[in-house]
């Protein structure tokens, strides 16, 4: 089963993911990491990414696309991958469904907290670049290509909201019921 991890910059996915992963046996597939390790592994599609990468570019959708339905070819019906960076846009979400095998991707959690929150937390990393002014720019980019993702999910009955603006067990916990409850769904209905 294939979770998609949907949420604006600052709302904590990749550590909930991190830490669900842990304490559950499930996987982690952070888009990043998948990049830095086909680069490392110096895989053709490693090698491909890197050029584009080495030029301060973005990988293009198809060549991300490739690399992600390598691993999630690779999921069992019974095991559980949280999939956190990808999709990004409405078109990536429907590249992916269509490669991923049918039914796979059968959970969207969408983290949620106020703007006030995620500016807060983004700030806090310390990055030279993290600004009041680049960090809403960022949260109105991320809303104007992420809002038709929300939408996609909703309207397939597989999305979840989680409110990120509690503590980090708080969330674990809900979120790891939820996965859990798809999980056993998924088992009854085969």
Known sequence: MIAILL????????TQASLAAQSNGWQHLSTGDLLRDEVAQATELGRQADEFMS????VPDE???EMVAGRIGQVADDEVLLLDGFPRTLPQAE??????ASGAVRLSLYF???DSVLTARLMG?????????????RLTVYRETTAPLERYYREQGILVEI???????EIQTEMADVVRAALEKSHNQQ
């Open 63 to 65: 060549l991300m696309l």
């Open 55 to 58: 030029r301060g570019d973005l």
């Open 163 to 169: 409110n990120a603006d509690r503590d980090i067990p």
């Open 7 to 14: 949420g604006p910059p600052g709302v904590g996915k990749g």
């Open 95 to 100: 590249a992916l469904t269509a490669k991923a």
């Open 112 to 114: 949620t907290a106020p």
């Open 125 to 137: 990393r310390g990055r030279a670049d993290d600004t009041e002014e680049v960090i809403a720019h």
